[in-house]
């Protein structure tokens, strides 16, 4: 099954959650590498050591169909929302917010 | 029909809401002493019940319950240790604060605190950037619409015709504000800041959070309040109803150096570190 990668607080990732990029240590080196199972122990461990973000490959179960609907979707939310006066760094906000939802949509 | 206050006459009946919680004022006291202990919090948060139940919350939310030797974080110490002083703080500024400040319909409170902690949430990872102190960011981002509240609290009726106009007329709220009510939210709230005695970086920023005039606000941390506000409606943070985003400063994005296509990275940290401050505070 295709998987995605979403950004989570360690209290709020559910045990049993695979890795999907390597957490590093303050001072350099890797503390757990991409592809590790992370059980109730190792969140409350990350947790005690400060980490307080880990992102995490979860199953798609999407069908194609139903992708392009949702960046649609994405892309219209953001088009309303930036409706209306602009200026350089508003119109550059509103581009990488666009390409941040079309990312997270696919 | 106009009513025409003045910051002064506001800030006369500033008892429309309760005091700032003491234990807020102990906290941003000590937000720069590198010396406040577990002990000193412990001791300042033990008498505050409801802060107590949140920080024990955090300390056994989800997976981290249970997982502390076998057993659940029963104590106010075990609490603090697990979470660290840093986030001790952050939750108890923002239970006091969210707890004591609320507001009767139609005035939508709980709307305004999800919006503020978004704010926050936007704010220390803008002052990250900036290199400027995360924990007094995130506290003027919380704080940033106090105004409103107090404006409600003197002029209930009057606010919301206020808010009513900015919709009827698709006005930004400042300019809705002045229109209705002779004052706005951030002047008001600025000053409400000062008569607290918060710390005068944290006023300035309260009432310099809406770029006037097509200029930036005075102080890099109103900036920082500035920008991370539209950066909250962008990422839709609260899912507010009807929610546009609003004018930004090109001199308070080139102030803080901000250029959007880099800091997209950090759009899913405060999008899951929001997210948890909100179920956290239980918002």
Redesign the interface.
């Known amino acids: 099954m295709k998987q995605r990668t ?10 049993g959650a695979i890795l999907a990029r390597s957490i590093s240590r303050a001072g350099g080196g890797v503390l757990l590498a991409a592809g590790a199972e ?1 059980d ?2 190792k ?2 461990h990350l ?2 050591r ?1 980490v ?2 880990v ?1 995490i490959a979860e199953d798609d179960p999407r069908q194609p169909a139903a992708i392009a609907s949702e960046i649609a979707a994405a892309e219209a ?1 953001v088009a309303q ?5 602009s ?4 119109d ?6 666009l ?2 939802r079309r990312t997270q949509a696919a | 029909m106009r009513t025409r206050l003045t910051v002064e006459a506001v800030l006369q009946r500033a008892d429309a809401l309760p005091a700032l919680p003491q234990i807020v004022t102990l906290i941003l006291d000590t937000l720069a002493d590198e010396s406040a202990n577990a002990e000193t919090l412990s001791e300042h948060i033990s008498g505050e019940p409801a802060i107590v139940a949140r920080l024990l919350g ?1 300390a056994n ?4 319950g ?3 030797g076998g057993h659940h974080v029963q104590s106010l110490r075990q609490a603090i240790l ?1 979470l ?1 002083i840093g ?1 001790v703080k952050e939750i108890t500024v923002a239970t006091a604060i969210i707890e004591r400040f609320t507001a009767k319909p139609p005035f939508d409170a709980h709307g305004l605190w999800l919006h503020s902690l978004g704010v926050a949430a936007c704010a220390k990872e803008i002052a990250i950037l900036a290199e400027l102190d995360v924990e007094v960011a995130a506290t003027a981002g919380l704080l940033h619409d106090i105004g409103q509240l107090l404006l409600f609290g003197v002029e209930p009726i009057a606010y919301i015709e206020a808010l009513n106009y900015r919709k009827q007329h ?1 006005l930004d709220i400042i300019a809705a504000e002045r229109e209705i009510l002779g004052v706005d939210h951030a002047q008001v709230g600025g000053e409400l800041a000062r008569l607290w005695h918060l710390p005068p970086l944290v006023a300035d920023a309260i009432a310099g959070h809406h770029a006037a005039d097509g200029l930036g606000p005075a102080s890099e941390l109103a900036d920082v309040v500035h920008v991370a506000e ?2 909250s ?4 943070l609260g899912r507010v109803e009807g ?3 609003p ?4 001199l ?3 102030r803080l150096g ?4 880099d ?2 990275d950090h ?3 405060i ?3 929001f ?2 401050a909100r ?2 505070l239980g918002l």
């Open positions: 979403v950004c989570r607080h360690p209290a709020l990732v559910t045990p992370l109730a122990e969140l409350a947790h005690q400060g307080d973000l992102f939310h929302i930036f409706a209306g006066e200026s350089d760094s508003r550059e906000l509103g581009r990488a917010i390409s941040y | 955090a939310a989800g997976a981290l249970g997982h502390q697990l660290g986030r698709k539209v950066l409606h962008a990422l839709d929610n546009q985003v004018r930004l400063s090109d308070s994005c080139a901000i250029d959007w296509s800091f997209a759009f899913p940290h999008e899951a570190r997210e948890n179920v956290t």
